[in-house]
């Protein structure tokens, strides 16, 4: 099973779903966090928030490039996912609904025989 931190192997629409949906989340807590805490200036809570935006944005990439290799593009596709909202938005959906390639390619075997989700 591949890893949630690698960028390599493919995942299926599903998993990519959830994590989009997880991940998209903590982002806008995040990004809600460091808006108030800039006002306040709880400024431990303002890095705190940073950092953890930071994190899941990394994540997203991650599951964004795999989602890439299932649908047979290479990884540098990925970079118009920073792209400020709602592009990046529009390209995360995007990813979330287009069907992977069957069978093995280039990036592994087929995720949907092999993933538990």
């Known amino acids: 099973m591949n890893s949630t931190f690698k960028p ?3 995942i299926t629409r599903r998993k990519y779903l959830w994590m989009f949906m997880i991940f998209y989340f903590i982002n806008i807590l995040c990004l809600l966090l460091i808006w108030d805490s800039f006002q306040t200036e709880s400024w431990m809570i303002f890095y705190g ?3 953890a935006l930071i994190a899941s944005i990394s994540i997203l990439m991650v599951q964004a490039i795999k989602r890439l290799h299932d649908i ?3 990884w540098k596709y990925a970079f118009y996912l920073l792209i400020p909202p709602p592009i ?3 390209g995360f959906i995007w990813l979330a609904a287009k069907k992977g390639q069957k069978g093995e390619n280039q990036y592994g075997p087929d995720p949907r025989k092999t993933d538990i989700v």
């Open 8 to 10: 390599e192997g493919r």
């Open 49 to 51: 928030a940073g950092v």
């Open 72 to 74: 047979g593009l290479d």
């Open 88 to 90: 990046n938005f529009i």
